[in-house]
């Protein structure tokens, strides 16, 4: 079958998706992503149907036609006219040209994009949602859903209801009260990973423990690194800290020999190497962090990183912190407590219960073709 996997071009909507996109094509599958270019290299091997423009450059084209209120995306119907006024109304007629030139038999959109189901609409195929971790607030949701609707009836577009909701987040960290939807499909999240020419570094004393500080994807917060990579240096650990091309990480003056700015290196490449994560809390890494069975300290700064922290703090997996000051004692103890290892032994031991990427393809396959007429 000829698969679309369509994202938002960003990196926290792009890269839990490709999982499932390399399971289809290991399957044998012809699978292309839908989204900006510039995610070509990041998304090797599956390929990239280049359509509209990148993430900043939509940032940019909403606020100028909002208030910087509505730019902040504080509100359902901020969100929704980000991504559906700004952002479909960019996209959707180069997407709609990629795409049916791609011809696919089934679309899976992430979990806030409105350009893959209208595009599925227009070309009359079965359409699935593929969850980013926690489901979206309702209100949220029905905004944008709302919007999107606008949209496609101002085309003459009629979007079909999904055939599936691939959800990536266990029932355990979702809103209390969440009801899993009818349609939901379990997949277990799997740590970002992709061939790389990285080799880990050395440090003087090997024997330390080793901590992964990273901010991901979203965060340019570097005073908050900086005092927590200063703090580390007062711990007997060595130290690996991410960094995106163009924001070194502010490593404290005496860091050589225990402190190693490795850049963007795929999770799945790093996880294995360390014994515990200091992180702002973002749902990727935290869905990484749980299924390496690590535990964590997170300094959350937005609500949606306050939330997931907690959930999986309660879980035993880990230590929510207002800020960096606490970062040194909340690393030594989880490295010498029991206790948050066998939360995240537990955490992760939820993760392994969720299908395999390959295997709720399988059955989201099933459903496709129960539903062709």
């Keep these: 079958m000829r698969i679309l996997f369509s994202a938002v071009p960003a990196h926290g909507h792009v890269l839990p998706m490709m999982p499932m996109a390399r399971a289809a094509m290991s399957a044998g599958h012809q699978v292309s992503l839908l989204t900006n270019g510039a995610f070509r290299e990041l998304a090797e091997p599956v390929p990239v149907l280049a359509a509209g423009p990148t993430f900043d450059e939509l940032s940019a084209a909403h606020s100028a036609r909002t208030s910087a209120h509505s730019a902040a995306m504080r509100t359902p119907d901020d969100v929704a006219e980000f991504f559906v006024g700004t952002r479909v109304t960019a996209t959707f007629d180069p997407a709609s040209a990629a795409a049916a030139a791609f011809e696919p038999g089934l679309l899976i959109a992430d979990a806030a994009d409105e350009v893959g189901p209208l595009v599925a609409a227009q070309l009359g195929v079965p359409w699935a949602r593929h969850s980013l971790g926690t489901a979206l607030p309702p209100e949220f949701a029905a905004a944008t859903a709302a919007a999107a609707r606008l949209f496609g009836a101002a085309r003459g577009l009629h979007r079909p209801e999904r055939v599936a909701y691939l959800d990536i987040c266990p029932v355990a960290l979702q809103a209390e009260g969440w009801e899993p939807p009818s349609d939901r499909i379990a997949v277990r999240p799997t740590p970002f990973d992709r061939e790389t020419s990285w080799v880990p570094p ?172």
Excluded at 310 to 335: H, N, W
């Design 202 to 373: 050395a440090f003087d004393e090997p024997a330390r423990p080793t901590v992964l500080v990273t901010l991901g994807t979203m965060l340019d917060d570097l005073p908050l690194l900086r005092e927590a990579l200063e703090g580390l240096a007062a711990v007997k650990v060595n130290v690996l800290v991410t960094s995106m091309p163009g924001r070194p990480a502010p490593l404290p003056r005496q860091s050589e020999g225990w402190a190693h700015d490795i850049g963007f290196v795929p999770l799945g490449r790093v996880l294995p190497l360390v014994d515990a994560v200091v992180c702002a809390g973002g749902m990727g890494t935290i869905l990484a962090v749980l299924a390496s069975s690590l535990p964590f300290v997170s300094m959350p700064q937005f609500p949606s990183q306050r939330w997931i922290t907690k959930r999986a703090a309660d879980l035993g997996a880990g230590i929510v912190l207002d800020g960096p000051a606490g970062v040194p004692g909340a690393v030594v103890s989880l490295l010498s407590d029991n206790r948050h290892h066998r939360g995240a032994a537990a955490s992760a031991a939820i993760l392994a219960e969720m299908a395999e990427p390959g295997v709720a393809l399988a059955e989201l396959l099933e459903i496709v073709t129960e539903c062709s007429p």
